[in-house]
């Protein structure tokens, strides 16, 4: 296996690092502050042809893959962003990207990727409902067939980033469970105008990734046309798995950019602090193991991070390795930057240094976009064939 990068990968990562510095620590404790978007970012991003790395080159992409994805997300969020803005690649090369080159129709695909790659054209996605939680399979918001479109109605919660969308790509049941032969049935996806008769929001406020709101949707009988069905009427849960294991992956390269900026913050910060002595802080032990701890551990997940995007690029199974590097670099995203926040003292608690920021945000992964328990259920059950226990 080469763990080398390719010319072309190696001037990617630079592009992405250049990006990000440019938007700095000052740029996103700024946002952060005011609860604002990182619109002109994004679109330095797009500029930079970032947004379209694993995109179809037919389509205003690059035509690369998961791999070189996760590297460029990776080197964004480590100048600075933290994983905040892997936030804004499972938006919308991920949520509106993915689905569409899969599984959208070629107008789809001719109207749309463009404007995604370039920034035009935002997405977002409503899947989480009040009741449902992370059993999504337990969904009401309900499309009910009307000529040849459909009417929908229900309710979703914890949906990022819908005052700056242009599409919203809802999952609803198109056939009421009990009409199912299985569970897996009868749910669909719809790619629809945020800005539509009977569709509404509401923002939540939250502790942190404050760059990206929160809004609870509310769907009165909003009208949806025949041609904004992604994928099949009633077959829509393989193609969502789809989405959501190429999420984790982007999910997981946020954490690690986020997860080495921070430790580089704390390890200068006690390469520079003395207190007792002309001895720098670092050098204790104390404050060694826990950094030097969470390096590994963010490393190992970055490695099978790396597995999974290229198990994805093969066309090969990925889901196992996509949770299992996810559930890894959350954990160690949490425990490592708040032991740089410990590395800093007081100082670690003040805005100026930007670590807790960081910090807040690195703690919605611990149960977004798929909890831990959730992970570990699942690799108990498709890893290790153990009984369902839910």
Same mark, same amino acid.
């Given at each position: 296996?080469?763990?080398?990068?390719?010319?072309?990968?190696?001037?990617?990562?630079?592009?992405?690092?250049?990006?990000?510095?440019?938007?700095? #620590?000052?740029?996103?404790?700024? &946002?952060?502050?005011?609860?604002?978007?990182?619109?002109?970012?994004?679109?330095?991003?797009?500029?930079?042809?970032?947004?379209?790395?694993?995109?179809?080159?037919?389509?205003?992409?690059?035509?690369?893959?998961?791999?070189?994805?996760?590297?460029?997300?990776?080197?964004?969020?480590?100048?600075?962003? /933290?994983?905040?803005?892997?936030? #804004?690649?499972?938006? *919308?090369?991920?949520?509106? /990207?993915?689905?569409?080159?899969?599984?959208?129709?070629?107008?789809?695909?001719?109207?749309?990727?463009?404007?995604?790659?370039?920034?035009?054209?935002?997405?977002?996605?409503?899947?989480?409902?009040?009741?449902?939680?992370? *059993?999504?399979?337990?969904?009401?918001?309900?499309?009910?067939?009307?000529?040849? $479109?459909?009417?929908?109605?229900?309710?979703?919660?914890?949906?990022?980033?819908?005052?700056?969308?242009?599409?919203? &790509?809802?999952?609803?049941?198109?056939?009421?469970?009990?009409?199912?032969?299985?569970?897996?049935?009868?749910?669909?996806?719809? &790619?629809?105008?945020?800005?539509?008769?009977?569709?509404?929001?509401?923002?939540? +406020?939250?502790?942190?990734?404050?760059?990206?709101?929160?809004?609870?949707?509310?769907?009165?009988?909003?009208?949806?046309?025949? +041609?904004?069905?992604?994928?099949?009427?009633?077959?829509?849960?393989?193609?969502?798995?789809?989405?959501?294991?190429?999420?984790?992956?982007?999910?997981? %390269?946020?954490?690690?950019?986020?997860?080495?900026?921070?430790?580089?913050?704390?390890?200068?910060? %006690? *390469? +520079?602090?003395?207190?007792?002595?002309?001895?720098?802080?670092? %050098?204790?032990?104390?404050?060694?193991?826990?950094?030097?701890?969470?390096?590994?551990?963010?490393?190992?997940?970055?490695?099978?991070?790396?597995?999974?995007?290229?198990?994805?690029?093969? /066309?090969?199974?990925?889901?196992?390795?996509?949770?299992?590097?996810?559930?890894?670099?959350?954990?160690? %995203?949490?425990?490592?930057?708040?032991?740089?926040?410990?590395?800093?003292? $007081?100082?670690?608690?003040?805005?100026?240094?930007?670590?807790?920021?960081?910090?807040?945000?690195?703690?919605?992964?611990?149960?977004?976009?798929?909890?831990?328990?959730?992970?570990?259920?699942?690799?108990?059950?498709? +890893?290790?064939?153990?009984?369902?226990?839910?």
């Amino acid at each position: 296996m080469d763990f080398s990068l390719s010319e072309e990968q190696t001037m990617m990562v630079e592009t992405a690092r250049r990006v990000g510095e440019r938007y700095g #620590l000052e740029y996103w404790r700024d &946002l952060d502050a005011r609860g604002a978007y990182p619109d002109d970012m994004w679109q330095a991003i797009c500029e930079a042809g970032l947004c379209g790395v694993a995109l179809p080159e037919e389509h205003g992409g690059i035509g690369l893959g998961m791999v070189d994805l996760a590297l460029v997300i990776e080197a964004l969020c480590e100048a600075g962003a /933290g994983a905040t803005l892997a936030q #804004l690649f499972m938006l *919308n090369p991920i949520f509106g /990207g993915v689905a569409i080159a899969k599984y959208g129709t070629d107008e789809m695909r001719r109207d749309l990727l463009p404007g995604i790659s370039d920034g035009s054209v935002q997405c977002c996605m409503a899947l989480t409902e009040p009741d449902a939680g992370t *059993n999504s399979l337990e969904i009401s918001t309900f499309a009910e067939t009307d000529g040849n $479109g459909w009417r929908l109605n229900g309710s979703k919660i914890w949906i990022s980033a819908v005052p700056s969308a242009t599409k919203m &790509l809802v999952v609803a049941r198109t056939k009421k469970v009990e009409d199912c032969e299985r569970r897996t049935d009868g749910v669909s996806l719809f &790619l629809i105008d945020v800005d539509r008769d009977g569709l509404a929001h509401q923002g939540i +406020d939250k502790v942190g990734t404050r760059c990206v709101p929160a809004s609870s949707v509310f769907f009165d009988n909003v009208p949806v046309r025949g +041609d904004e069905l992604i994928g099949t009427v009633d077959g829509g849960w393989k193609q969502l798995l789809d989405v959501l294991n190429t999420e984790r992956i982007v999910t997981t %390269a946020g954490l690690v950019g986020a997860t080495r900026l921070a430790l580089r913050l704390g390890v200068d910060y %006690a *390469n +520079d602090r003395k207190v007792f002595g002309n001895k720098p802080i670092s %050098a204790y032990q104390g404050l060694q193991f826990p950094l030097a701890q969470a390096r590994a551990e963010i490393e190992c997940a970055q490695v099978m991070n790396m597995k999974a995007a290229a198990n994805c690029d093969a /066309g090969l199974p990925y889901g196992s390795e996509a949770n299992m590097a996810k559930l890894i670099a959350a954990q160690a %995203a949490s425990a490592g930057i708040e032991r740089a926040m410990q590395a800093m003292g $007081g100082m670690g608690y003040a805005k100026e240094m930007h670590i807790e920021r960081l910090w807040r945000d690195a703690r919605l992964f611990r149960f977004a976009p798929i909890s831990e328990e959730m992970i570990l259920n699942f690799i108990a059950m498709h +890893d290790l064939g153990m009984a369902r226990g839910y």
